[in-house]
């Protein structure tokens, strides 16, 4: 099994990193490297939300509660409230729905600002999530990338990374640089949040819910082309890297949580080849495990 899904990374160009289970028998695993800790890109906004859900159980943040976000001071991104040009202003639990649904950064980088990077790492570490960490969001990343690559602006300092014919500027793609997780880790948090072990039925409910209305179909979805299977994910992109981890539901109600992370060697802003290799070794595990 180790060999197919390595010829799948390997016909794609890309270094992988896969975990799946099935959330009926956790002794029942396909895996792929899946121990060592692989930057997140997108996907740090998985255990963000479920981070900012056990505040919510807590009592510690209220989800109606209102922020406004300023045009000057929002995260810059392709979706969500990061391209809207006016002030927004929406409830917490709103911003976790466009964070996670469409990948809003703006939406992002503020919830973190208010769970708190200090607070959420002890919340991952009371979840069990051993080789797991949030370091920053995605406006620490485009400062950081900016550092590293001498450019004088996010989008400029993202074109380096998508500029094939320069070298990748050294530490981007490092693990100890920023936020980063396991495989083996995000499926152990994508089932316990399954099992109802980490949050309340309303807030486990939530997550549920969320992961399922993501718009992205172009990764796991890809692999599971049928309406009978429901996908629930989390995507990430930042540069090379290619990133979901989310459970698949088959059609009799078999369900399997899967990391698939990825990093390509190539920059190219869009890569279908990638995106396609993420759904097929998805489908490859799940095939093994059902």
Same mark, same amino acid.
């Given at each position: 099994?180790?060999?197919?899904?390595?010829?799948?990374?390997?016909?794609?160009?890309?270094?992988?990193?896969?975990?799946?289970?099935? /959330?009926?028998?956790?002794?029942?695993?396909?895996?792929?490297?899946?121990?060592?800790?692989?930057?997140? $890109?997108?996907?740090?906004?998985?255990?963000?939300?479920?981070?900012?859900?056990?505040?919510?159980?807590?009592?510690?943040?209220?989800?109606?509660?209102?922020?406004?976000?300023?045009?000057?001071?929002?995260?810059?991104?392709?979706?969500?409230?990061?391209?809207?040009?006016?002030? #927004?202003?929406?409830?917490?639990?709103?911003?976790?729905?466009?964070?996670?649904?469409?990948?809003?950064?703006?939406?992002?980088? $503020?919830?973190?600002?208010?769970?708190?990077?200090?607070?959420?790492?002890?919340? /991952?570490?009371?979840?069990?999530?051993?080789?797991?960490?949030?370091?920053?969001?995605?406006?620490?990343? /485009?400062?950081?990338?900016?550092?590293?690559?001498?450019?004088?602006?996010?989008?400029?300092?993202?074109?380096?990374?998508?500029?094939?014919?320069?070298?990748?500027?050294?530490?981007?793609?490092?693990?100890?640089?920023?936020? $980063?997780?396991?495989?083996?880790?995000?499926?152990?948090?994508?089932?316990?949040?399954?099992?109802?072990?980490?949050?309340?039925?309303?807030?486990?409910?939530?997550?549920?819910?969320?992961?399922?209305?993501?718009?992205?179909?172009?990764?796991?979805?890809?692999?599971?082309?049928?309406?009978?299977?429901?996908?629930?994910?989390?995507?990430?992109?930042?540069?090379?890297?290619?990133?979901?981890?989310?459970?698949?539901?088959?059609?009799?109600?078999?369900?399997? $949580?899967?990391?698939?992370?990825?990093?390509?060697?190539?920059?190219?802003?869009?890569?279908?080849? #990638?995106?396609?290799?993420?759904?097929?070794?998805?489908?490859?595990?799940?095939?093994?495990?059902?």
């Amino acid at each position: 099994m180790n060999a197919r899904i390595r010829g799948i990374f390997d016909d794609a160009g890309v270094r992988g990193w896969l975990h799946a289970v099935s /959330l009926d028998d956790p002794e029942a695993t396909v895996e792929h490297d899946a121990d060592a800790i692989v930057p997140l $890109a997108s996907v740090y906004k998985l255990p963000l939300l479920a981070g900012f859900c056990r505040l919510v159980d807590e009592g510690v943040l209220d989800p109606r509660e209102r922020v406004t976000l300023e045009p000057s001071e929002r995260t810059a991104g392709p979706t969500g409230l990061s391209v809207f040009a006016d002030p #927004v202003t929406v409830s917490l639990r709103d911003l976790a729905l466009s964070m996670a649904t469409v990948s809003d950064n703006a939406s992002a980088d $503020a919830l973190l600002d208010i769970v708190g990077l200090r607070r959420l790492a002890g919340i /991952l570490e009371s979840f069990g999530l051993r080789r797991t960490w949030v370091r920053r969001g995605t406006a620490g990343n /485009l400062r950081d990338l900016q550092r590293r690559t001498g450019a004088d602006n996010a989008d400029a300092a993202l074109a380096v990374l998508a500029d094939n014919d320069r070298t990748d500027p050294a530490g981007v793609y490092e693990a100890a640089n920023g936020s $980063a997780a396991s495989a083996r880790d995000l499926t152990f948090l994508l089932r316990r949040l399954w099992a109802g072990e980490l949050l309340s039925a309303g807030q486990t409910e939530f997550v549920k819910a969320t992961m399922h209305r993501q718009i992205f179909l172009h990764r796991l979805a890809s692999g599971f082309p049928h309406d009978g299977v429901r996908v629930a994910g989390k995507t990430g992109t930042f540069g090379a890297l290619r990133h979901e981890a989310g459970v698949v539901t088959l059609p009799g109600g078999a369900a399997f $949580a899967i990391a698939v992370l990825t990093l390509a060697a190539r920059g190219d802003f869009r890569q279908p080849r #990638v995106d396609a290799a993420i759904g097929e070794a998805a489908r490859v595990a799940v095939d093994r495990l059902r």
